[in-house]
C-alpha cells in the first residue's frame, strides 16, 4: 500500500480525454455544429446529405439540451451553429425552388468557417477546464458509506451571534467502512444531502474565490463513491477516527476523495462545517449559514483574527470528539455505536483547519496523532505538540509567505514526538483537496501533479503516516514519505 505506482507517460492524456466531462446529447450538438460548418468545403454531392443530417441532429440536440438543462460551455457551440446555419441552409433552399444554388466565395466562406469551428472549440476547452469532478475509485477493501449529523454544545454560546441564548452547532459528515451495496445503487452527492443543497454549497464556494457561480454548475452535479446511510461493515471491528478540519471558508465536503480513501482502508472521518466560518451551511432546519469571516487587507489585523477563528475551530474539534465518543458508547443513537475506536484519533485539517488541527492537539490528549495540510500555525506554538504530527506543504516559491515555514519548523521541532514535514514539488495550496479535480488545471491555482496525481499523493502519503501512528503497523514510513518529496524529520530531544 505505501508503495507509490509509476504512472504512464500517457496519463495526463487521459486525464484531458476523461475530463471533457460532456453528455452524449452535448456531444452530439458539437459534432453536428462542426458538420455543419464543414459541409461547405465537401464535394457538390455531399453536401446536401450532410448539411441535412447534421441540421437535424443539432437541432435534435439542443432539443434536449433545452429540457434537460443548457451549460453554459455549450453556448460557444451554439453560437457557432446559429451564424453557420443560415449560410449552410441557403443553397439548399434555392435549389429546391430551382434557382441556381448560392454560395460565398471560398476567400469570405474560409474565414467564417474558421471563426465558427474555432468558437465551437471552446466548448470542449470549457468542459475540460470546468469539469463535472470525476472522483477516483478508492483502493481499499471496503465499500464506503456517509452519513451526516448535527450536534449543539449546550454549554458554549455561539459568538458569532448577538443572541445569548443562541449555541455553537457544527454539522458533522462521517464516512467510514461500509457493506457493499447492491448494483445500481444511488450515489451520494457532492456537496450536499440534496441537489439543492449542494447548489447552494456550490455557489457560495464561488463566491468565496470571486468566481461566476455558473462556471462551476458542473460540481454540484457531481456523485461520490459513498452511499448514504450504508449498513456499516460487517465483522464488528472498530475502526480508528479522523476528525478533519476544513480550510477558511471551506467545507466538510471539501476533501471528499481523500476521505472516502481512508474510509475504503478503515477509517471513520469524521468532517466540519463551521458555522459562519464555512462558505455555507446548511442545517437541519432548512436554515442557511453564510459566512461572516473576512479578511481585512491588515496582515497584523488579520493575524488576530485568524488566531480567534482557529480557537473556535480547535473548540469545535474536541466538541466532535467528545459527540463522537459518546456516539461510541451508545449515549447518542447511530449505526456506528460500538464501532468508533475512540482510544486511536487523529485529527487533521487543511489550511486555517491544519492550524486547529495543531492546536486542538495541544490542548487536548485524547488525539493520538496530527496532519496538517498545508496550514499556516496560527496561534500559539506552545505547549509543546505531544503526538506524532506530518505536515504536508506545497512547492515553496517566492510568492510563499516568509514566514510559514519557519514557523512550522519551530512548532514540529518543539514537539515531543516525532514529526515530519514533507514538502511535494509540483504541489499548491488547493492540491490538498478536492479543487484540482474541477478547476482549471492552472499551476498556480492547483499545481501541476494533474487531476490523478494530485489525491493520490496526499491520500498516500496520510495513509502510510495514519498506518503506522495509529495502527502501529511496521514500516519504513520516512522512506515512503520521502518518495514523494522533500522530507525533513524532527526528533524529540530525548531521543536525538
Known amino acids: 500500500m505505501w508503495r ?50 447534421a441540421g437535424a441532429v443539432l437541432v435534435a440536440s439542443a432539443i434536449v439540451l433545452s429540457v434537460v438543462g443548457i451549460h453554459w460551455q455549450m453556448l460557444p457551440v451554439l453560437a457557432g451553429a446559429a451564424v453557420a446555419l443560415p449560410f449552410a441552409l441557403l443553397p439548399l433552399r434555392r435549389r429546391r425552388t430551382g434557382r441556381p444554388a448560392w454560395r460565398a466565395r471560398w476567400w469570405l466562406a474560409l474565414p467564417g468557417s474558421v471563426a465558427c469551428v474555432g468558437l465551437m472549440a471552446a466548448t470542449p476547452v470549457a468542459a475540460w477546464a470546468f469539469p463535472v469532478p ?29 443572541d445569548p441564548h443562541d449555541r455553537r452547532t457544527v454539522v458533522v459528515q462521517l464516512w467510514y467502512p461500509a457493506q457493499k451495496s447492491p448494483a445500481g445503487t444511488q450515489r451520494a452527492q457532492y456537496l450536499g444531502r440534496t441537489e439543492e443543497e449542494a447548489r447552494t454549497v456550490s455557489k457560495a464556494l464561488a463566491r468565496e474565490v470571486g468566481l461566476p457561480g455558473f ?23 472498530r475502526f480508528p477516527v479522523v476528525l478533519f478540519s476544513p480550510g477558511s471558508g471551506g467545507v466538510r465536503t471539501q476533501n471528499t476523495a481523500w476521505a472516502e480513501e481512508l474510509a475504503g482502508h478503515g477509517y471513520v472521518v469524521a468532517a466540519l462545517d463551521h458555522p459562519y466560518d464555512s462558505a ?27 488566531v480567534d477563528w482557529t480557537a473556535v475551530r480547535a473548540a469545535d474539534l474536541r466538541f466532535v470528539l467528545s459527540r463522537l465518543d459518546h456516539l461510541d458508547r451508545g449515549e447518542l443513537t447511530g449505526p456506528l455505536t460500538g464501532r468508533l475506536d475512540t482510544g486511536r484519533v487523529a485529527v487533521t485539517g487543511h489550511s486555517m483547519g491544519g492550524a486547529a488541527a495543531l492546536q486542538a492537539a495541544r490542548q487536548d490528549p485524547r488525539f493520538d496523532a496530527v496532519i496538517d495540510l498545508d496550514g499556516y ?10 503526538q506524532p504530527t506530518l505536515a504536508l506543504t506545497q512547492a515553496v516559491t517566492p510568492a510563499t509567505d516568509p514566514r510559514y515555514i519557519p514557523r512550522l519548523t519551530e512548532a514540529l521541532k518543539l514537539s515531543t514526538a516525532t514529526s515530519y514535514r514533507l514538502t511535494i514539488p509540483g504541489a499548491g495550496h488547493l492540491t490538498f483537496m478536492d479543487g484540482p479535480l474541477y478547476l482549471p488545471p492552472v499551476p498556480s491555482i492547483v499545481g501541476s501533479l494533474g487531476r490523478t496525481e494530485s489525491p493520490h499523493v496526499v491520500a498516500a502519503t496520510t495513509l502510510a503516516f495514519l498506518e503506522t501512528t495509529l495502527r502501529h503497523k511496521p514500516g519504513d514510513l520516512a522512506g515512503v514519505l520521502s518518495t514523494y518529496g522533500d522530507l525533513s524529520v524532527h526528533q524529540p530531544d530525548n531521543s536525538r
Open 377 to 386: 500555525p496560527h496561534g500559539p506554538t506552545t505547549p509543546a505538540l505531544h
Open 280 to 306: 455555507a451551511v446548511v442545517l437541519a432546519d432548512g436554515r442557511t449559514i453564510q459566512t461572516k469571516i473576512a479578511s481585512t487587507g491588515d496582515r497584523d489585523e488579520d493575524d488576530k483574527l485568524a
Open 4 to 53: 507509490r505506482v509509476p504512472r504512464p507517460e500517457d496519463g495526463r492524456v487521459t486525464e484531458i480525454i476523461a475530463g471533457l466531462s460532456m453528455s452524449p446529447p452535448e456531444l452530439l450538438a458539437l459534432l453536428g455544429g462542426v458538420a455543419l460548418v464543414v459541409a461547405r468545403w465537401l464535394p457538390p454531392a455531399a453536401r446536401p446529405p450532410v448539411t441535412i443530417a
Open 134 to 162: 470525476v472522483f477516483p475509485e478508492p483502493s481499499g477493501p471496503f465499500a464506503v458509506g456517509t452519513s451526516v449529523v448535527q450536534w449543539t454544545d449546550p454549554r458554549r454560546p455561539e459568538t458569532f451571534t448577538a
Open 215 to 237: 462556471l462551476v454548475d458542473g460540481v454540484p452535479r457531481a456523485r461520490t463513491h459513498s452511499v448514504f446511510d450504508a449498513p456499516v461493515a460487517g465483522g464488528g471491528e
